[in-house]
């Protein structure tokens, strides 16, 4: 899985992992400042942003691996092994 995030730093994103749901959560902030001889401008923004994406399976939260590069988050998320199947034995 990919995420574009421009502008947010490493530090700002969260990323959770409960069964088959993932959840991309974070923070972005920018202060921007111009003087000139005649005047002084500055401005700062911020904002927060929360996204969850149902997978079609359950996913090893243990195994995930997270990257972050270029303002793009890599996520690898492994397939959780399903618990194998047991014959049952009948008695009597």
């Given at each position: ?72 988050l890599t ?18």
């Amino acid at each position: 899985m990919t995420a574009e995030l421009p502008g947010v730093q490493k530090d700002g994103i969260s990323i959770t992992v409960e069964g088959d749901v993932v959840t991309l959560s974070g923070k972005k902030e920018s202060t921007k400042e111009e003087k000139g001889a005649n005047y002084y401008f500055s401005e700062s923004r911020q904002g927060s942003f929360s996204r969850s994406f149902r997978l079609p399976v359950k996913v090893d939260e243990k195994a995930v691996d997270a990257r972050f590069k270029d303002g793009v988050l890599t996520l690898e998320l492994p397939v959780k092994e399903t618990e194998k199947t047991r014959k049952i034995e009948i008695k009597g």
